[in-house]
């Protein structure tokens, strides 16, 4: 017999087969859900509205019938355009079980250490290249069971399933799944690396900054917006600040603050400076081994080649030698005499 419970049930089906998805997406399916009962029952007392109450009604009953399998159908506003988007979420105190379901233990633990370099990337730039996120399977204290072409392939998979972003210049980041499923994660892990917004108090690796020293100000880009509306000021600093985000003025928080370098040593927590250092020494002393290689080889090149020439000088002086010997012996030519 159908029910108007049947709504959430048909609800969640299509939300835990889609991972993330807009709430314009998640209203039609809504929409689509009360149709279907609808159509199997016309006296089912369900019925679709545009009202935003009605909608976070419907996403309360969803979240108590989830209550007791620790899961929450929840909302974040996307960094870049701040629209609205939906997940459903572990809450179980491993927020990183989730990924279980898509890949084994080495592949987990090579996400995390990418989703590490990203939030510990530097000037908060919170993005990482490619060649840096495949130095994760060599570089940690522990080597990943895994060859940098499995490795490339399964970043593809982290972007394809929406837990990293990849931009244009082939930079990762975090997104908006992984700062909605991981967040707890995110927060109990790197509590003293990552940034949070002014004015949402939420994360951000996308956004703006203050250009003002020691100023802690951070916001998104779509907070930023609707705030400067209404303030011309930094809301901690109190300086002027310029109308658009892209006007001179403010610092970029994201893939635009990162600096030429940023990605040349690997970044660790408690003492980043210490062991940039040390990764630089080693580089350096690496690359002073190769020098030395180099020069000791092309010494060895010019000895090779100069004692050639010493051995060739000898064997033509020999020839010549020879030569003068064999015409010394040789009886003396005699002249034909020539008559005209």
Not at 199 to 223: L, Q
Not at 224 to 251: I, K, M
Request: charged fraction near 35%.
């Amino acid at each position: 017999m159908v029910q108007a419970g049947d709504v959430r049930k048909l609800f969640l089906q299509a939300v835990f087969s889609r991972g993330v998805l807009s709430e314009n997406l998640a209203k039609v399916l809504w929409k689509k859900c009360i149709e279907a009962v609808k159509a199997a029952d016309e006296d089912v007392e369900v019925s679709y509205s545009d009202d935003p109450e009605i909608w976070d009604e419907f996403i309360e009953s969803i979240n108590i019938s989830l209550n007791d399998l620790d899961f929450e159908f929840k909302s974040i506003q996307d960094e870049l355009d701040g629209k609205k988007l939906f997940a459903m979420v572990n809450r179980k105190d491993d927020e990183l079980a989730q990924l279980a379901t898509d890949y084994n233990g080495v592949e987990i633990t090579y996400f995390k250490a990418v989703v590490e370099q990203i939030i510990l990337a530097r000037n908060e730039s919170f993005s990482v290249s490619s060649l840096a996120a495949l130095r994760e399977v060599s570089a940690g204290k522990e080597k990943i069971n895994l060859t940098k072409s499995q490795a490339e392939i399964l970043l593809g998979s982290f972007v394809a399933n929406s837990w990293l972003l990849r931009s244009k210049r082939g930079r990762y980041s975090l997104s908006p799944r992984s700062l909605l499923e991981l967040l707890p994660y995110i927060k109990s892990t790197y509590a003293d690396d990552i940034i949070e917004c002014t004015i949402c108090h939420e994360i951000v690796t996308k956004g703006i900054a203050c250009k003002r020293d020691n100023c802690k100000a951070r916001m998104h880009y779509h907070c930023f917006e609707t705030y400067r509306r209404r303030h011309p000021t930094c809301p901690a600093c109190s300086l002027n600040w310029p109308q658009n985000v892209t006007d001179n003025g403010l610092l970029p928080v994201g893939e635009l603050a990162i600096r030429d370098g940023d990605d040349g040593s690997r970044q660790t927590r408690g003492s980043p400076d210490s062991d940039g250092d040390e990764e630089m020494e080693d580089e350096l002393s690496y690359t002073q081994t190769k020098s030395r290689q180099t020069q000791r080889s092309q010494a060895a090149k010019k000895r090779g080649n100069s004692r050639k020439k010493d051995v060739d000088s000898e064997e033509e002086s020999e020839d010549k030698d020879g030569t003068d010997e064999e015409a010394e012996n040789s009886p003396p030519r005699k002249e034909r005499n020539i008559r005209r």
